[in-house]
């Protein structure tokens, strides 16, 4: 029986909404509730079923406690809105359906691509345990070694160190940080340069306290658990848990006054515990954290900023507790517990401070031996590897480290070849420091620790048994050529009263004429060191110098003699035998003792147009018309000159000076560059079609010969032939042709993107090999197990013993072998240009030579394992920004020669490119520099490799066509530019064939490092074989297996849905016209 509502309906027909419904309702409801009726139906003109439903659930039945059942009529209405509302329904689930396997299949081909990343994770090798541990032992001894010859005795005041076990055997352990050791930059989530324990057991790491306890000495605990209770350690050494870097980088330390913590009966105890108080002075920095212009802090009453001091200086806090430490104890020691230089004057000023050493990073467990420095097991023998200035902003290289910030970042290095100590030394040499600060020797009042010194326990006189130059014996004034080889054969005596080692470091000053090229007074040439020499004991060791080492590249012709290119101007040149950088040392020579100085003339200037070694041509690649890249690296056209105020030292400023022109600097940058994204872009397109290249030869546009027949096997079940022996051998071997011609188009394209490790090339039989990165430790942010946690590599450069530096790569090289890694993204060659840069630690030295050097051994030592190294960052890495502006005289003098050494001497056979640009050009489209200098005039025939470019593919354009391999994380085609093979230019294919070509070289010349060792090296090395077998990489049919279950649900879901959809509207409409509420 229907309710009659037709009439209030048509009242209110203009009025048909919400409120309008919920008065309908409740009149209606007023009305039936007169009626006598148990059931009522009311007509359809309520329009929305829905809202209908709705409202008398809320309205009638919950708020007016109607209790009588009644129907709507809405027939048509409600079988079209239910058909409606069933279509909506089941279009959802299609959608959903999709959205949901098109997720599944995206995110299976991302994984696809990132297998290798993967891979390190989730199927790392089956590595030979047996081998395992006996690399992990070796290198844990090789790793004290390093400590105990890199460690650098910076004061020691009265001769308080050594200790006596017998007078000191127990100490107080003061700084906060001694809780907080730092192993190297920190863990997984720093990057590169950090290490973790090699098999995740954080307590087999040794810190200074477990280093005490190993070497029999007591120690103050309840002053250690007083630091535990003021904050807690961020634990770097099991993995940096905080986030980022910057947060481990504030500073902790208690305040001395604050009695909370340092108690008068906490003090009181300490001192009648011991008279020695040994204090922990550590700063952290690493990938993602440079070391700021300010001190960051920490404590239980929040953070706080100290704008007055910057990083590297001693902080408020640290000064306090050194003076209170001065007043209260017999011994103060200092342990710096860091690897960038700081401003340590007041380590001197300090009334009461005795000693310092410092001790670097020093990996997991490399700190066990510094007790060992400390009570004289050892007496100390490294040497600092940059200077430390007392005002870390004296240097210019500092005062001009800020990037300027325009539409791209760019800083100009004003320093020219005035790094470090070049500037300081040649600073002195011109009177700067006089007049600066009116003092007889004002070098002393700038710089606390020059380049290369250290103290020792025991003393060493040096004699010159013979000097010869070209095998000829020397005279006064000897006569050179550009070529000449001078051999001095030194003999080192120790006349203390313990065992202990020495260096012998050889710097050359050339002839300097004002305002024509620039040259340092003094520059390290080479440098010796002695095995451990006991009392009264000496020895003997040859050092040779190359002339090469000391010339000049005059790249504006400085000197007009019509030359451009490395030079050695005629005249005088001294060669000196140092304790550092600014100390000759006396020598026995003949039945004298003299200035150990040594005189040698040139008489013509002398043009090396060639390199030495290689023999390839060398001539300016970066500067003016010259420059094959867009811009010239000094950003300097003829057209446009940026006025840059390069040091010149015909007139150096002083450090005030520089502040206040750097302050005021500003300049327009080069109008070229408004199009340079443009120009660089639109190049390559150009290079495909191009008849010459940069240099002027002409280009092959003939397609290459891809996936022909063949059985030429390069390696057969991971063994290689010996097709792949003899190829390893010869890069220009004729079996090469053939080999290459079966190499298929798609696995060149494979092979080179995505880079996170070797891919396969089945057609040749190249297996799949693993890379990782880690200067310091191999696997060092992957998960174990991992390989040894080293110091950090200023402490092996602080060694100065290059046999320990090529016994180090051997080690590593063990490491690698035992873990199944084949490839290693290391080590560092970039220069410490500033002492506030994150990544020093990484890298060697300020120092082209010494860096070169050690990094030369290095890597020596790793190839005779079978293992190759991808040196970075090349060629510029010491700043955070885009574009770099220097001369060409800089860039070969500095950064260049640095890596010459690695690829020249050590022969490494990967390279790693920069963020940082060579002027204004990326370094990874540099052809000036990856085709110009490192292709041709270096011969490299290994392969460069991007770092980690996410997003940037376009930049591995550029590093193919300038002569690149591989993009990590990047991939060709991913711009505009097609690459099937059918789309792909001739010139671009032969470019693709050759990057595989110098890939398949690196490995197989990996190969053949190893055996020729093998035939050739040292009887005694304590290299072992290990084979490391692949793991099932049980994670791909795993997705397979989950595509297949979820596409298999999905699919039964939306025939599910359907069916259902097709059986409700097949219904007889009638059977749902009431629905009861």
């Given at each position: 029986?229907?309710?009659?509502?037709?009439?209030?309906?048509?009242?209110?027909?203009?009025?048909?909404?919400?409120?309008?419904?919920?008065?309908?309702?409740?009149?209606?409801?007023?009305?039936?509730?007169?009626?006598?009726?148990?059931?009522?139906?009311?007509?359809?003109?309520?329009?929305?079923?829905?809202?209908?439903?709705?409202?008398?659930?809320?309205v009638v039945k919950e708020r007016l406690k109607f209790k009588k059942e009644v129907s709507m009529d809405f027939k048509q209405k409600a079988k079209k809105f239910f058909k409606m509302k069933g279509l909506v329904s089941l279009s959802l689930q299609y959608a959903a359906a999709i959205v949901l396997l098109t997720s599944v299949l995206v995110g299976t081909n991302i994984a696809y691509g990132f297998e290798q990343e993967i891979n390190s994770v989730l199927a790392k090798p089956i590595i030979d345990e047996k081998a395992y541990d006996k690399s992990s032992v070796d290198g844990q001894k090789m790793s004290a070694r390093i400590m105990e010859e890199g460690s650098v005795l910076l004061q020691n005041k009265d001769n308080v160190l050594p200790l006596s076990t017998e007078n000191t055997p127990k100490v107080n352990v003061f700084g906060w940080h001694s809780i907080d050791w730092l192993y190297g930059t920190g863990g997984d989530q720093v990057g590169s340069g950090g290490v973790l324990p090699e098999d995740d057991d954080f307590d087999k790491n040794i810190d200074f306290y477990k280093a005490?306890?190993?070497?029999?000495?007591?120690?103050?605990?309840?002053?250690?658990?007083?630091?535990?209770?003021?904050f807690k350690p961020f634990n770097l050494g099991r993995g940096l848990k905080v986030g980022n870097i910057s947060e481990a980088q504030k500073l902790v330390e208690p305040d001395i006054e604050d009695k909370s913590y340092y108690s008068d009966e906490l003090l009181e105890k300490a001192k009648s515990y011991s008279d020695t108080a040994i204090m922990v002075i550590s700063r952290l920095s690493g990938e993602g954290g440079g070391n700021p212009g300010y001190q960051p802090k920490t404590g239980p009453k929040g953070e706080s900023k100290d704008n007055e001091r910057h990083y590297l200086e001693i902080s408020v806090e640290e000064e306090k507790l050194l003076t209170y430490l001065g007043k209260n104890f017999d011994k103060v020691i200092v342990l710096i517990n860091n690897c960038n230089q700081m401003e340590l004057g007041k380590i001197e000023t300090i009334e009461g401070v005795d000693a310092c050493l410092y001790v670097g990073y020093t990996g997991t467990r490399g700190a066990v031996s510094i007790p060992k420095l400390l009570y004289g097991e050892v007496s100390p023998s490294g040497r600092t590897v940059d200077t430390f200035a007392y005002d870390l902003y004296t240097n210019p290289s500092v005062i001009w480290s800020e990037p300027v910030w325009a539409d791209s970042s760019y800083l100009d290095k004003v320093a020219g070849i005035y790094i470090g100590y070049k500037w300081y030394e040649t600073a002195d040499e011109m009177g700067l420091w006089s007049s600066m600060n009116g003092y007889a020797d004002g070098y002393k009042s700038v710089v606390q620790y020059p380049f290369g010194y250290g103290l020792s326990y025991t003393t060493f006189d040096w004699t010159v048994d013979g000097i010869t130059v070209d095998g000829n014996a020397y005279s006064d004034k000897a006569a050179l050529k550009?070529?000449?080889?001078?051999?001095?054969?030194?003999?080192?005596?120790?006349?203390?009263?313990?065992?202990?080692?020495?260096?012998?470091?050889?710097?050359?000053?050339?002839?300097?004429?004002?305002?024509?090229?620039?040259?340092?007074?003094?520059?390290?040439?080479?440098?010796?060191?002695?095995?451990?020499?006991?009392?009264?004991?000496?020895?003997?060791?040859?050092?040779?110098?190359?002339?090469?080492?000391?010339?000049?590249?005059?790249?504006?012709?400085?000197?007009?003699?019509?030359?451009?290119?490395?030079?050695?101007?005629?005249?005088?040149?001294?060669?000196?035998?140092?304790?550092?950088?600014?100390?000759?040392?006396?020598?026995?020579?003949?039945?004298?003792?003299?200035?150990?100085?040594?005189?040698?003339?040139?008489?013509?200037?002398?043009?090396?147009?060639?390199?030495?070694?290689?023999?390839?041509?060398?001539?300016?690649?970066?500067?003016?018309?010259?420059?094959?890249?867009?811009?010239?690296?000094?950003?300097?056209?003829s057209t446009f000159d940026p006025k840059i105020p390069w040091i010149s030292r015909?007139?150096?400023?002083?450090?005030?000076?520089?502040?206040?022109?750097?302050?005021?600097?500003?300049?327009?940058?080069?109008?070229?560059?408004?199009?340079?994204?443009?120009?660089?872009?639109?190049?390559?397109?150009?290079?495909?079609?191009?008849?010459?290249?940069?240099?002027?030869?002409?280009?092959?546009?003939?397609?290459?010969?891809?996936?022909?027949?063949?059985?030429?096997?390069?390696?057969?079940?991971?063994?290689?032939?010996?097709?792949?022996?003899?190829?390893?051998?010869?890069?220009?071997?004729?079996?090469?042709?053939?080999?290459?011609?079966?190499?298929k188009f798609d696995e060149a394209l494979n092979v080179m993107n995505r880079y996170y490790g070797s891919k396969a090339i089945d057609s040749v039989g190249k297996p799949e090999l693993r890379d990782l990165d880690g200067p310091t430790q191999v696997s060092g942010y992957s998960t174990a197990p991992?390989?040894?946690?080293?110091?950090?590599?200023?402490?092996?450069?602080?060694?100065?013993?290059?046999?320990?530096?090529?016994?180090?790569?051997?080690?590593?090289?063990?490491?690698?072998?035992?873990?199944?890694?084949?490839?290693?993204?290391?080590?560092?060659?970039?220069?410490?240009?500033?002492?506030?840069?994150?990544?020093?630690?990484?890298?060697?030295?300020?120092?082209?030579?010494?860096?070169?050097?050690?990094?030369?051994?290095?890597?020596?030592?790793?190839?005779?394992?079978?293992?190759?190294?991808?040196?970075?960052?090349?060629?510029?890495?010491?700043?955070?920004?885009?574009?770099?502006?220097?001369?060409?005289?800089?860039?070969?003098?500095?950064?260049?020669?640095a890596f010459r050494k690695a690829v020249v001497d050590g022969g490494t056979l990967g390279l790693m490119?920069?963020?940082?640009?060579?002027?204004?050009?990326?370094?990874?489209?540099?052809?000036?520099?990856?085709?110009?200098?490192?292709?041709?005039?270096?011969?490299?025939?290994?392969?460069?490799?991007?770092?980690?470019?996410?997003?940037?593919?376009?930049?591995?354009?550029?590093?193919?066509?300038?002569?690149?391999?591989?993009?990590?994380?990047?991939?060709?085609?991913?711009?505009?530019?097609?690459?099937?093979?059918?789309?792909?230019?001739?010139?671009?294919?032969?470019?693709?064939?050759?990057?595989?070509?110098?890939?398949?070289?690196?490995?197989?010349?990996?190969?053949?490092?190893?055996?020729?060792?093998?035939?050739?090296?040292?009887?005694d090395d304590s290299y072992f074989s290990s084979t490391s077998i692949n793991s099932w990489v049980w994670w791909k049919p795993f997705l397979v297996s989950l595509d297949v279950v979820v596409g298999s649900a999905l699919a039964f879901w939306v025939i599910c849905a359907t069916v259902n959809f097709v059986r409700k509207n097949n219904k007889d409409g009638e059977e749902k016209n009431e629905k009861t509420l």
């Open positions: 029986m229907s309710f009659d509502v037709s009439g209030f309906i048509e009242r209110k027909k203009e009025s048909n909404d919400f409120v309008f419904r919920q008065h309908f309702i409740a009149n209606a409801v007023f009305s039936l509730n007169t009626k006598k009726r148990t059931h009522w139906i009311i007509a359809n003109e309520l329009a929305k079923p829905h809202e209908f439903c709705f409202l008398w659930q809320k005490l306890d190993n070497y029999g000495i007591d120690y103050n605990a309840d002053l250690k658990n007083m630091y535990y209770n003021y550009k070529d000449s080889k001078i051999e001095f054969t030194v003999t080192v005596k120790n006349t203390g009263n313990v065992a202990g080692r020495e260096v012998v470091e050889i710097y050359g000053t050339a002839p300097y004429k004002t305002g024509e090229i620039e040259k340092s007074s003094v520059e390290l040439v080479n440098y010796g060191k002695t095995n451990l020499i006991e009392p009264n004991a000496s020895e003997t060791m040859k050092i040779s110098v190359d002339m090469y080492d000391i010339a000049s590249y005059d790249c504006y012709d400085k000197n007009n003699d019509g030359h451009k290119g490395y030079e050695l101007d005629a005249g005088d040149y001294s060669f000196k035998l140092m304790k550092n950088s600014h100390e000759i040392n006396a020598v026995n020579y003949g039945d004298k003792q003299i200035e150990g100085k040594f005189e040698f003339n040139l008489a013509t200037t002398a043009h090396i147009d060639n390199d030495p070694v290689t023999g390839k041509t060398v001539k300016n690649l970066f500067t003016g018309d010259d420059a094959v890249d867009i811009v010239p690296v000094d950003n300097k056209t015909a007139k150096f400023s002083t450090p005030a000076e520089l502040s206040k022109q750097r302050e005021n600097w500003k300049r327009d940058e080069n109008p070229i560059l408004k199009d340079y994204d443009k120009e660089s872009l639109d190049r390559w397109s150009k290079w495909d079609d191009a008849t010459t290249d940069e240099f002027g030869n002409p280009v092959n546009q003939t397609k290459p010969t891809w996936g022909a027949s063949g059985d030429m096997k390069l390696a057969k079940n991971g063994v290689i032939t010996e097709l792949g022996q003899k190829l390893g051998e010869n890069y220009d071997a004729p079996e090469w042709e053939e080999v290459l011609n079966q190499v991992r390989g040894t946690g080293y110091p950090s590599m200023v402490v092996l450069a602080q060694t100065w013993n290059q046999e320990l530096a090529y016994d180090y790569g051997k080690s590593f090289g063990n490491d690698m072998v035992s873990i199944g890694v084949m490839g290693l993204w290391g080590f560092a060659c970039d220069l410490h240009v500033d002492a506030f840069f994150g990544r020093n630690n990484e890298s060697p030295s300020e120092d082209p030579f010494l860096a070169g050097t050690v990094i030369a051994k290095a890597v020596s030592g790793v190839n005779t394992r079978g293992r190759y190294t991808f040196l970075k960052h090349f060629a510029i890495y010491n700043a955070y920004c885009d574009r770099t502006y220097m001369s060409e005289q800089t860039l070969r003098e500095t950064h260049l020669k490119t920069s963020y940082q640009s060579v002027g204004a050009e990326n370094s990874n489209y540099s052809v000036g520099l990856i085709t110009g200098v490192l292709r041709n005039e270096w011969a490299f025939k290994g392969s460069v490799t991007t770092d980690a470019i996410s997003g940037a593919d376009y930049q591995f354009e550029g590093l193919v066509r300038c002569g690149g391999n591989l993009g990590m994380n990047v991939s060709l085609g991913k711009g505009s530019i097609s690459y099937s093979q059918e789309e792909t230019s001739g010139r671009m294919q032969n470019r693709m064939r050759e990057a595989v070509h110098q890939i398949l070289y690196m490995w197989l010349r990996s190969d053949y490092n190893y055996r020729y060792y093998q035939a050739n090296g040292e009887s």
